[in-house]
Every structure is written in C-alpha cells, then in structure tokens.
C-alpha cells in the first residue's frame, strides 16, 4: 500500500451506547462491570481511531446476516463463523464497541477462531468467548440509537456515514479478508449501507412468520418475565401498538420488519442479497454456505471452507405456545398482512 493517512474521529456521542430494560435473571447486566467496559472505551477509542486508516480501498465485501428477530439468524452467523475462512465479531471483540480494531486483533492474537463452536444460543447471546456477537453496542453507538425502537423520518442523515464505513473498512482491513456482521438496527438502512459501501453484501433469514412471532413471545418471557414487555426491534417509535395485546404486537412486529426488509431488498439486487429459509437453514446447512460463498464470490472474494458444516440442525418449535396463542397470533398475521403497513 501507498502513503497512509490517519485521522482521529471525534467521539461526538454518550459513552453509554444503549438504554436497555432490565432483564430477567440470567440475562441481567452487572451494573459494575457495564461501567467496567464504558471506561475502557473511553479510553481506548481516541488511542484507535488516531491509527484509522481513512484511504482505505473497500477492498473486502462486507457480510451482514439479516432478517426479522427470532428468525434464525444467530445460528445462521454461528454456522458463517464456524464454516468459512471469514471474520465476525466474537464475545470478546463485541466488548470493544468503540475499539473493535483492538478488539479484533486480541481475539485473533488469543486464538479463539480456532475453539470448536457450539452452536448455542439463548434469545440471540451466546456464551462461549470466541462465539458470534450481534455486536449491538456498535451499531447504536454508529447509528445513533439510543434503543432498539425505529427513530423518526431523516434521521438517517444524522448519522455519520463517512465514519461509519472508516471503522468498518479499517475492521476488514485487520482481519486480512470478509467480515460478517448481524446487525439488527441496520434493518431500517439497508440501502443506504450499500451506497455507502457497495461491497455490502446481505444474506435474509426468512421463517414461518407464525413460529417467529411466538419466539419473540417466548423471548419476552424470558427476558423479562412477562409477555407485556416489548423484546427486540419495535417500528414506529417506542410507543407504537402499545395498546394492543402482547400477541398482536408481535404479529404486527414481524410482519412490518419482513416488509422493510422486503423493499430493500427489491432495491439492492440479487447480486448483494440472497435469501435463505430458515428451514433449509436447518436441513442442509453447507448448501447454505455454498449460498454464501458464492454471494461473496461476486464481490470478489470467496472465503475458504474452514470446518465441514453440521449435517443438519433440528428446528426449534414453540409447542407450548401454539396451543396457547397460535390462533390468536395467526389472526393477527392475517389482519395485518392484508394492510400495506400495520398502523403506526
């Protein structure tokens, strides 16, 4: 490479990435150790973001696993992780949200690519050091998003896109190659990602849009005890369907984020994204990286085989709550899918 360039970005937003809910035992944060990793951010990102090479050729696509919450895509960025010769962001690099150069670059001087994967998840965390992080402490700090609730028309244009594709070129750079991401709040900025890097390329997790919505039910009982309590990407703001019960919310919930993502992908093209269900996912999952390999291919770059690929993985089912709110949950899915949006 030619002469390099570096810049400092300046961190312009809260150290504190995300206003979580308090959760249910055992996914509840220790307050201590939130502060913990606050602190060395802090520390870490100007001593980072001074060595940021802002020059940078996209010179490696950009792998983003995407889809409605509880759809399968935790295990289909664990079958990416465990399978091909590609980067991702493991449980350690995920704690180095504003440093995650640093971050990758102790992970791989640790070794943790090479521990055997698991292939367990609860609700979207895994537990293993070396296993796959959604990484959502980036992605709102970049996007700009307090929480995990849509933000009003425009704000897309406060976010800083420049900086955004500095830190995620420098990340690809690092890893010598592709890296894979699963971030959900980039559901609302999938095109603008792709113009902003066109190397971009996004992989959709489809599923039976009933067995998704009774997920996200079981989801909100574990995280929080309770049905009442919203879990994972909300449309429309922090108040929206409020009113309504716990099984409508969720229908609504999938089926307005499975029509986002839908128009998106009406606009990005086959040779960015390709579609994958959930259970072909789980009945042959090397084809799905073949999928993969080749969707990267295109862009330039196909990723080796790292390890043969699990035969097949047994579907998980909500049989307890089919009985209690299938119906209920399929009448909703019916209603608002007849509508061009459900209403805000």
């Keep these: ?8 970005l300046v961190a312009d937003v809260g150290a504190t990435p995300r206003s979580d809910p308090a959760f249910a035992e055992p996914f509840a944060k220790s307050p201590a150790d939130e502060e913990l990793l606050e602190r060395l951010n802090a520390a870490l990102a100007p001593v980072e973001e001074a060595e940021y090479v802002v020059d940078l050729d996209e010179k490696y696509p950009t792998l983003h696993v995407i889809g409605v919450p509880r759809s399968g895509t935790t295990l289909l960025y664990q079958l990416i992780a465990a399978g091909l010769e590609i980067g991702y962001v493991d449980n350690l690099t995920a704690a180095f949200w504003r440093a995650p150069v640093y971050g990758l670059r102790l992970s ?4 943790l690519r090479r521990l055997a994967p698991s292939f367990d998840s609860a609700f979207g965390r895994t537990k293993g050091v070396g296993e796959p992080h959604e990484f959502g402490y980036f992605w709102n700090y970049h996007l700009r998003y307090p929480g995990l609730s849509a933000l009003p028309d425009g704000h ?6 420049p900086r955004l594709r500095t830190v995620l070129v420098n990340m690809a750079h690092w890893n010598g190659g592709p890296i894979a991401f699963k971030p959900m709040l980039l559901t609302w900025h999938l095109e603008r990602m792709h113009q902003e890097m066109p190397g971009t390329c996004y992989v959709w ?5 009933r067995e998704t919505a009774l997920s996200l039910l079981s989801m909100r009982r574990s995280l929080f005890g309770s049905y009442e309590a919203w879990a994972s990407l909300r449309p429309f703001g922090p108040e929206w369907l409020a009113d309504e019960p716990p099984w409508r919310q969720v229908a609504a919930q999938v089926v307005v984020l499975d029509q986002t993502i839908e128009a998106a992908a009406g606009n990005i093209g086959s040779d960015s994204l390709i579609t994958v269900d959930y259970t072909k996912l789980c009945a042959t999952p090397g084809a799905v990286l073949e999928q993969i390999r080749a969707l990267l291919g295109a862009k330039g770059d196909v990723p080796d085989v790292r390890t043969t690929p699990p035969r097949a993985f047994e579907p998980r089912r909500q049989s307890e709550l089919e009985a209690e709110f299938g119906d209920l949950v399929g009448e909703a899915l019916t209603h608002y899918s007849r ?5 805000q």
Aim: charged letters at 30%; aromatic letters at 4%; hydrophobic letters at 40%.
């Design 339 to 343: 509508t061009s949006a459900a209403p």
């Design 205 to 209: 997790v489809r599923r039976d849009p």
């Design 108 to 111: 791989r001087k640790l070794g």
């Design 156 to 161: 897309e244009e406060a976010i800083d896109w």
């Design 1 to 8: 490479m030619g002469s390099v360039s570096v810049v400092r």
